[in-house]
T-cell receptor
Framework: GNSVTQMEGPVTLSEEAFLTINCTYT??????LFWYVQYPGEGLQLLLK?????DKGSNKGFEATYRKETTSFHLEKGSVQVSDSAVYFC???????????????FGRGTSLIVHP | DGGITQSPKYLFRKEGQNVTLSCEQN?????MYWYRQDPGQGLRLIYY???????QKGDIAEGYSVSREKKESFPLTVTSAQKNPTAFYLC?????????????????FGEGSRLTVL
């Protein structure tokens, strides 16, 4: 079956520090990969995505590259801000041959805390 | 603006009572999902539906029920059989790939409903 493993948190950083949150996956077929972000008391929002190998997704200064050879999709940001404090979820979706619905697979989430 | 609306945002229930969480979307999506979120456990799939009048159990369906009478609506009932219902519940949707080949499987989420059993 499909699975997503991401580093456990919380990750605690000072403002302007470099961020890496590791994510690795196992999947049958050719998955699309996603990072979602969840702010306190809210639902998840898509942060970025990549649909094929070597694609780089980017948004709001965050980046992640789809690495098929290492089955990874690590999230990075060069300089974090206090407002980036949230929970980050790595996820994958594999489309079914029948064209039916996706059943996405989520990691457990990594809490990021950024101090001023 | 298109989106997913969940209500209520906060709900308190006495033990032994059934409660229904509402999820409505105006994105014209065919597939809808219910997830449960507990601290440190990520998201766990309760039920999902691809089309009207059809739905499938997810990983933790026991103690829950759903209906899909309209494309826009996918309500979740937490029954008294659910032994530990206190949690944050998230509804999501996405187009069916067969009907939208450019869809990559991205989910669109509501704001969530927090259920507390007293």
């Amino acid at each position: 079956g499909n699975s997503v493993t991401q580093m456990e948190g919380p990750v605690t950083l000072s403002e302007e520090a470099f961020l890496t949150i590791n994510c690795t996956y196992t999947a049958t077929g050719y998955p699309s990969l996603f990072w979602y972000v969840q702010y306190p008391g809210e639902g998840l929002q898509l942060l970025l995505k990549a649909t094929k190998a070597d694609d780089k997704g980017s948004n709001k200064g965050f980046e992640a590259t789809y690495r098929k050879e290492t089955t990874s999709f690590h999230l990075e940001k060069g300089s974090v801000q206090v407002s980036d404090s949230a929970v980050y979820f790595c996820a994958l979706s594999v489309g079914r041959a029948s064209g039916g619905s996706y059943i996405p697979t989520f990691g457990r989430g990594t809490s990021l805390i950024v101090h001023p | 603006d298109g989106g997913i609306t969940q209500s209520p945002k906060y709900l308190f229930r006495k033990e032994g009572q059934n409660v229904t969480l509402s999820c409505e979307q105006n994105l014209n999506h065919d597939a809808m999902y219910w997830y449960r979120q507990d601290p440190g456990q990520g998201l766990r799939l309760i039920y999902y539906s691809q089309i009207v009048n059809d739905f499938q159990k997810g990983d933790i369906a026991e103690g829950y029920s759903v209906s899909r009478e309209k494309k826009e609506s996918f309500p979740l009932t937490v029954t008294s059989a659910q032994k530990n219902p206190t949690a944050f519940y998230l509804c999501a949707s996405t187009p069916l790939r067969a009907l939208n080949p450019r869809n990559t499987g991205e989910l669109f989420f509501g704001e969530g409903s927090r259920l507390t059993v007293l």
